[in-house]
C-alpha cells in the first residue's frame, strides 16, 4: 500500500509554521511514514529554507498533478500553492498582518476539500492567528471551527492527543476533547447542554476506538469545584453534565462523571482512563500542555477527513529567530499518517 498523502498547511507565514514546517520536512520519521505536501507558497518555503539552512529544495506542484501522486526525491518537497494571487513578500515575522491571516484560511480550506475529493489523504495544519485571521475577513475563530464549515458538519471537537509514555500510562495515549471551545468562559455555562455534552463523549469515544482501544474508559470533567458539591457550587453538575453521561452510559458507552478536574486529570495521566471530556478549552489545554506540551497533538474530531496539528500557537515572539522546535509538528505528521492509514485498512 503506497503511503499516504499528508497536505501540510503552512498556517500563519509571520508565525513559526514555515520554520517548523521546513525543519520537520528533513525528519527522517516523516518520509518513512507518509508522502509530505506542504499547502501554502513556495516562496515563503523557500525564505525559511534559506533563513535556517534546511536541506530541502521546494518542488511545485499542481492540484491536478497531487491526484497523479507525483514522486519526489527524499530532498525535495513538493509545494503546492491555492492562494497564488495573494502577495506575500514583505510581510514581517512576529506581526500579525491581514494578508497573512487570509493566506492561512485559503491553505486551510484547499487543503481540507482535496482530502474531502480524495486528492491528499489527511492534514496536518501549522498555527494561525485569530487576529491576523479576522483581520483578513474570516468568519470563524480558527482550524476547527473553519474546517467544520468545509466539512459541513455540525458535531464536532477539538481534542489533544498524547501518546503512550513516561506522563500517559494508557498504552493507547490520552485525548482529551472539549465541549466547549473558542468563547469566553462567561459564556460556557449558558452553551452546555445535554446534547453537547453527550455529543462529544461520544466523539471522544469513537476516537480512541479507532486508536485501537476496545472499550475506551471516558472521564468526564465537572463544570464547578468540587463537582458542585451538590448544587451548593453551582448545578450545571446535575442538570447538565450528568444526563448526558447517562445517556452514554445507556448507549453502551463505558463514560464516568463528573469528576472534578483537578483529580480526573491526575488519574487518567496514570491510565484510568483513555479518554476525557472537558467542559472548556483551558480547563483540557492547561493539563495537557503541562504534560507534554512538545508532544501533544491537536486532533480535529467529527469530520470526514483526518486533521491534525501541533498544540502550539504562532509563536510569534520567536518567530525568525531559527529556534522554534518542530518537535510538535513531526508529531502531528506522524499521527495524521498513522490515522490515515487506520482509515485505508492499511
Known amino acids: 500500500m503506497p503511503l499516504p498523502m499528508i497536505g501540510i498547511t503552512l498556517g500563519d507565514v509571520c508565525g513559526i509554521g514555515p520554520e517548523i514546517v521546513a525543519k520537520a520536512l528533513t525528519v527522517k520519521a516523516i518520509r518513512e511514514v507518509c508522502q509530505p505536501v506542504v499547502v501554502g507558497s513556495a516562496e515563503v518555503l523557500q525564505d525559511a529554507i534559506t533563513r535556517y539552512g534546511v536541506p530541502i529544495q521546494p518542488r511545485e506542484t499542481s492540484l491536478d498533478q ?13 509545494v503546492w500553492n491555492p492562494a497564488v494571487d495573494l502577495q506575500l513578500s514583505g510581510l514581517k515575522p512576529g506581526e500579525p498582518n491581514g494578508i497573512a491571516g487570509a ?25 494561525l492567528h485569530k487576529k491576523a485571521l479576522a483581520a483578513g475577513g474570516s468568519r470563524f475563530p480558527g482550524h476547527t471551527e473553519i474546517l467544520a464549515d468545509v466539512a459541513g458538519v455540525s458535531q464536532y471537537a477539538m481534542m489533544l ?9 494508557s498504552p493507547f495515549g490520552l485525548g482529551v476533547a472539549h465541549t466547549t471551545l473558542h468563547t469566553s468562559i462567561a459564556s460556557v455555562p449558558a452553551m452546555l447542554t445535554v446534547s453537547k455534552v453527550h455529543q462529544t463523549i461520544e466523539l471522544v469515544h469513537h476516537f480512541m476506538k479507532s486508536l485501537g482501544v476496545n472499550q475506551p474508559r471516558v472521564g468526564v470533567c465537572a463544570l464547578n469545584p468540587h463537582a458542585g458539591e451538590e448544587g451548593l457550587f453551582g448545578s450545571e453538575e446535575i442538570q447538565v453534565i450528568a444526563p448526558a453521561i447517562k445517556r452514554a452510559v445507556d448507549d453502551g458507552i463505558h ?12 488519574i487518567a495521566f496514570r491510565g484510568t482512563f483513555d479518554g476525557i471530556v472537558a467542559m472548556y478549552h483551558d480547563q483540557g489545554h492547561i ?25 502550539h500557537g504562532t509563536a510569534f515572539d520567536i518567530a525568525g529567530k531559527g529556534i522554534a522546535n518542530p518537535e510538535g509538528m513531526v508529531a502531528a505528521i506522524v499521527l495524521a499518517a498513522k490515522l490515515a492509514q487506520d482509515r485505508a485498512g492499511g
Open 287 to 311: 493539563a495537557f500542555k503541562l504534560i507534554g506540551a512538545e508532544q501533544a497533538v491537536n486532533v480535529t474530531l467529527g469530520l470526514p477527513i483526518v486533521r491534525t496539528s501541533p498544540s
Open 255 to 266: 463514560a464516568l462523571g463528573p469528576i472534578p478536574a483537578d483529580a480526573l486529570f491526575r
Open 66 to 78: 497531487l491526484g497523479n501522486r507525483v514522486t519526489i526525491d527524499a530532498n525535495e518537497a513538493l
Open 103 to 127: 493566506a492561512a484560511e485559503r491553505y486551510l480550506r484547499a487543503a481540507a476539500k482535496a482530502a474531502l475529493a480524495g486528492t491528499i489523504d489527511a492534514i496536518c495544519t501549522a498555527p
Open 161 to 169: 492527543y498524547l501518546p503512550a509514555g513516561d506522563n500517559v500510562q
